[in-house]
């Protein structure tokens, strides 16, 4: 007997392309793969010590709940020198990375039937998270045109009266947009004028190739909690290390909850986490950021160079989406991204994410945390893969 709330919990829509791809290698076929959502890094090793001098130095037991006052008193400190905002320790709520953050952070805010905003296209486990709060998730719309800007109108188009909040995502997976200032202010404009809450996902805060992160947080630190992590910004995705930061009354509500559903996050990865904030400068980390800038740069190249495909040079994060549609169709060889993309990894060898995943059918993503050449090498395929599809259509 499953519960009706995990009855509804729809499956990976990767799932079946990964069984694939892991058949194929077994098989000794070798794969690029660009589905990853992960970097290629190792963790630093200026981290990996502190990890290390931590588990013979007695950081083994049960931390307080909601983190040990160190790795909070970091975040305050991070806080500060990146968002300009003066934060308590109890306002930092450390947690099992930020899938978990996002979790919890919904469970304290949503009633049953609050409707929650979230702009396509979207990381794939938002529209899940808000249902398994018992929330309705209500997709706004962007158009690659407007280079998959959230607008005002979009979002004022689909406010009712069950609208309680909306999930912002910057350095966007899967789109890597990183907004200006002033579209962020519109947001936040258009949230205090409905008096809606706002969740700041900004896991990739420190991939940004273009620009700077406007972080929401920094308009409005009563109205918006800042959720982030070690995984993606600190090559840490196994540490499993997050945190929100909300207005006093909601952490200790998000703490509430995790004392006891979860109890604290794994004492190591809280060890590490004053290094790795204060250690955003350090030639290792600093190396890993400038080389997803420069494989940026390579995507952008050889997209550029591919006709018919259409996408918007990400800014931020270590992805690029990128929209196929006019390849696809009834009358043509491959009928939708799903097919385009079990094509292009039977056919070529390539690994890509398809867009339906992300609430965006028509489109694909592309991760470019791998090394340069076998970017390249992917990009050349999908090239040919493009080519034979359109001769054959
Ligand atoms: C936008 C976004 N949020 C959250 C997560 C999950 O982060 P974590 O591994 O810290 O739980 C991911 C991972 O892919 C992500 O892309």
Known sequence: MISQRVRTITPSATLSLNARLQEMRAQGTEIINLSVGEPDFETPKFIRDVAHE?????????????????????VCRHVLRTRNVEVKPEQVILSSGVKHSLSQTLLSLVNPG????????????????????????????????????????????????RT???????????????????????????????????ISDEIYEAMVHEGRLNSPFSIDPERVSYISGLSKSFAMTGWRLGWSVSEPERANAIGRLQSHNAANPCSISQATVAAALDGMDHPELQEMYAAFRDRK???????????????VAPKGAFYVFVDVSNFLGKDKRVADANQFCLGL??????????????????????????????IADALDRLDQFLKKTSETS
């Open 345 to 374: 990894l039977e056919e070529m060898g390539v690994a890509a994410v398809p867009g339906d995943a992300f609430g965006s059918p028509g489109c694909l993503r592309l991760s470019y945390a791998r090394p340069n050449a076998e």
């Open 54 to 74: 931590a588990m013979e130095s007695g950081w083994t037991r049960y931390t307080p709940t909601s983190g040990h006052p160190e790795a909070r008193e970091a």
């Open 164 to 198: 309680m909040g909306i999930i912002l995502n910057e350095p966007g997976n899967p789109t890597g947009v990183v907004s200006s200032a002033s579209e962020v202010l519109e947001i936040i404009e258009f949230a205090r004028d409905n008096d809606l809450w706002v």
């Open 297 to 311: 740069d390579l995507v952008v190249e050889k997209l550029n160079a591919m006709d018919g495909v259409q996408f």
């Open 114 to 161: 609050d409707e929650v905003m979230i702009g396509a296209p979207y990381w794939v486990s938002y529209p899940e998270l808000i249902r398994l709060a018992d929330g309705i998730p209500v997709v706004v719309e962007t158009r690659i045109e407007d280079g998959f800007r959230l607008t005002r109108e979009a979002l004022e188009a689909q406010l009712t009266p």
